[in-house]
């Protein structure tokens, strides 16, 4: 089919194109060639004599892995998140012009998606610089693997491997990963770890603090002398070991001494829904000039009283004569909060995502209920602002607990306590709650969202 097009390429590069299609498509055999021929390097079919693969030494390639479903990043109707638009072009055009720009990268292999062809080839339209694309595995890591030997044909000496969703990398960076890489060591940048670490125990209780000193959370592009790498890559498949979260960790793995380069706070990964808006609204994508994204969720619940000694309001156990009877821990607060921070993103009720048919979720806290509504809202791109909760009972008094109810409630929404609010009420004996047969609560989640809820 080459030939079809030979007029466009020079015959070196047919040649080479030639060679690297048996190493490509080594890796996934199924995959037709045509395939190859429309996404490897789109402009290569212009492509000038001097700066064809044969006629340049290949000293530095790039190894971009861009295969992955994004699912965190929101609705699949918005596409895989290394396609998502930020500034006006997809995340990994943003990624490909940072290694394209820079003098020192000499070709770049990409892994995708085998769905995600065209998405790719209109990604990648344009540039002046080899790109090979190779259909990507069920893993990070196996992807990585066909990239790699995607490149054998080069024989570059350094291979710098980046995620596909981290846009924001330097010049600076890429030249300190680089630089640091020599025939026995690579090189891999890192940012201290600034927060607290805590290691939960059971039932999400602190077991301990983690000391800070020493830890550096990974970036990439992680930098190595190829042969190595590729070869640590191959023996780990070999070995059956799929479990590495990094190319780092193979490479420690295989002996191979990893030295941390000045990573940069720029270069994040976009993950969330939310992250990809923020990536938008930085590059001047989405610069909003009318009112904000502000939603109100509301939320209720009531359970009745049954035998026990104690009910749980708010995340508190309060000692009573009675308990409430329900699902979970029967935590009419919690589960009233829970229906509206779901409801700020049409993202169903506390029913949809914890049956109370299911039994594994008899008797649990109802705080992981609330922190997986956390969890939807900020994934869909939200931001909670402000919380509050009404408690409607005769009985047990709420105001001796009020303050620890806040502290639990601002911990498991990462929320300060001035924006969290808890008060209750009688029903002045009326109905089953003026009787005490029961507690109700009414919850509101006032939440802000950068993009679209859907997305």
Same mark, same amino acid.
């Given at each position: 089919?080459?030939?079809?097009?030979?007029?466009?390429?020079?015959?070196?590069?047919?040649?080479?194109?030639?060679?690297?299609?048996?190493? !490509?498509?080594?890796?996934?055999?199924?995959?037709?060639?045509?395939?190859?021929?429309?996404?490897?390097?789109?402009?290569?079919?212009?492509?000038?004599?001097?700066?064809?693969?044969?006629?340049?030494?290949?000293?530095?390639?790039?190894?971009?892995?861009?295969?992955?479903?994004?699912?965190?990043?929101?609705?699949?109707?918005?596409?895989?998140?290394?396609?998502?638009?930020?500034?006006?072009?997809?995340?990994?055009?943003?990624?490909?012009?940072?290694?394209?720009?820079?003098?020192?990268?000499?070709?770049?292999?990409?892994? /995708?998606?085998?769905?995600?062809?065209?998405?790719?080839?209109?990604?990648?339209?344009?540039?002046?610089?080899?790109?090979?694309?190779?259909?990507?595995?069920?893993?990070?890591?196996?992807?990585?693997?066909?990239?790699?030997?995607?490149?054998?044909?080069?024989?570059?000496?350094? !291979?710098?491997?980046?995620?596909?969703?981290?846009?924001?990398?330097?010049?600076?960076?890429?030249?300190?990963?680089?630089?640091?890489?020599?025939?026995?060591?690579?090189?891999?940048?890192? !940012?201290?770890?600034?927060?607290?670490?805590?290691?939960?125990?059971?039932?999400?209780?602190?077991?301990?603090?983690?000391?800070?000193?020493?830890?550096?959370?990974?970036?990439?592009?992680?930098?190595?002398?190829?042969?190595?790498?590729?070869?640590?890559?191959?023996?780990?498949?070999?070995?059956?070991?799929?479990?590495?979260?990094?190319?780092?960790?193979?490479?420690?793995?295989?002996?191979?001494?990893?030295?941390?380069?000045?990573?940069?706070?720029?270069?994040?990964?976009?993950?969330?829904?939310?992250?990809?808006?923020?990536?938008?609204?930085?590059?001047?994508?989405?610069?909003?000039?009318?009112?904000?994204?502000?939603?109100?969720?509301?939320?209720?619940?009531?359970?009745?009283?049954?035998?026990?000694?104690?009910?749980?309001?708010?995340? /508190?156990?309060?000692?009573?004569?009675?308990?409430?009877?329900?699902?979970?821990?029967?935590?009419?607060?919690?589960?009233?909060?829970?229906?509206?921070?779901?409801?700020?993103?049409?993202?169903?009720?506390?029913?949809?995502?914890?049956?109370?048919?299911?039994?594994?979720?008899?008797?649990?806290?109802?705080?992981?209920?609330?922190?997986?509504?956390? =969890?939807?809202?900020?994934? @869909?791109?939200?931001?909670?602002?402000? !919380?509050?909760?009404?408690?409607?009972?005769?009985?047990?008094?709420?105001?001796?607990? @009020?303050?620890?109810?806040?502290?639990?409630?601002?911990?498991?929404?990462?929320?300060?306590?001035?924006?969290?609010?808890?008060?209750?009420?009688?029903? =002045?004996?009326?109905?089953?709650?003026?009787?005490?047969?029961?507690?109700?609560?009414?919850?509101?989640?006032?939440?802000?969202?950068?993009?679209?809820?859907?997305?």
């Amino acid at each position: 089919m080459l030939k079809n097009r030979a007029p466009f390429i020079d015959a070196q590069l047919l040649d080479k194109l030639n060679m690297l299609r048996n190493g !490509v498509f080594a890796c996934k055999r199924e995959m037709h060639w045509h395939f190859f021929q429309r996404v490897i390097m789109p402009s290569a079919m212009k492509t000038l004599p001097e700066q064809n693969l044969t006629s340049r030494e290949c000293k530095v390639a790039v190894v971009i892995v861009a295969a992955g479903r994004g699912e965190r990043a929101g609705s699949p109707v918005d596409g895989p998140k290394q396609y998502r638009l930020i500034g006006g072009k997809p995340v990994i055009r943003r990624t490909l012009e940072a290694f394209c720009g820079h003098p020192r990268v000499d070709a770049i292999a990409v892994a /995708i998606h085998p769905d995600d062809d065209d998405l790719f080839a209109k990604s990648c339209a344009g540039f002046d610089r080899p790109i090979i694309a190779v259909p990507g595995g069920a893993s990070r890591q196996e992807s990585t693997l066909r990239a790699l030997k995607a490149l054998d044909e080069l024989n570059p000496e350094i !291979v710098l491997i980046h995620d596909g969703v981290r846009p924001f990398l330097d010049s600076a960076l890429i030249d300190r990963v680089i630089e640091t890489v020599s025939a026995e060591q690579g090189a891999l940048p890192t !940012v201290p770890v600034s927060d607290t670490l805590k290691r939960a125990g059971k039932d999400m209780q602190v077991e301990a603090t983690v000391p800070r000193t020493g830890l550096f959370a990974a970036q990439t592009p992680q930098g190595f002398p190829f042969h190595p790498i590729l070869a640590a890559h191959e023996n780990a498949a070999r070995a059956g070991r799929h479990d590495f979260t990094d190319d780092a960790a193979i490479a420690e793995w295989a002996g191979m001494p990893v030295r941390l380069v000045q990573g940069s706070p720029e270069n994040i990964k976009l993950t969330w829904a939310r992250d990809i808006a923020l990536a938008d609204h930085r590059l001047g994508g989405n610069m909003r000039t009318d009112f904000p994204d502000v939603r109100t969720g509301n939320g209720y619940d009531v359970h009745a009283f049954g035998a026990g000694d104690h009910v749980a309001l708010c995340g /508190i156990e309060i000692p009573h004569t009675k308990g409430l009877t329900g699902h979970s821990d029967a935590d009419v607060g919690l589960h009233a909060l829970t229906d509206a921070l779901l409801a700020t993103c049409s993202a169903g009720d506390i029913g949809t995502h914890f049956p109370p048919s299911d039994p594994q979720w008899k008797g649990v806290r109802s705080r992981i209920f609330v922190e997986h509504a956390v =969890e939807q809202v900020m994934a @869909r791109g939200g931001s909670i602002t402000n !919380v509050d909760i009404t408690l409607i009972c005769e009985a047990p008094k709420i105001g001796p607990h @009020r303050d620890a109810m806040l502290a639990e409630l601002s911990d498991m929404l990462q929320l300060s306590s001035d924006r969290v609010s808890v008060k209750a009420t009688t029903n =002045e004996g009326l109905g089953f709650l003026g009787r005490a047969e029961g507690i109700a609560a009414i919850a509101t989640a006032t939440v802000v969202y950068v993009a679209s809820p859907s997305g």
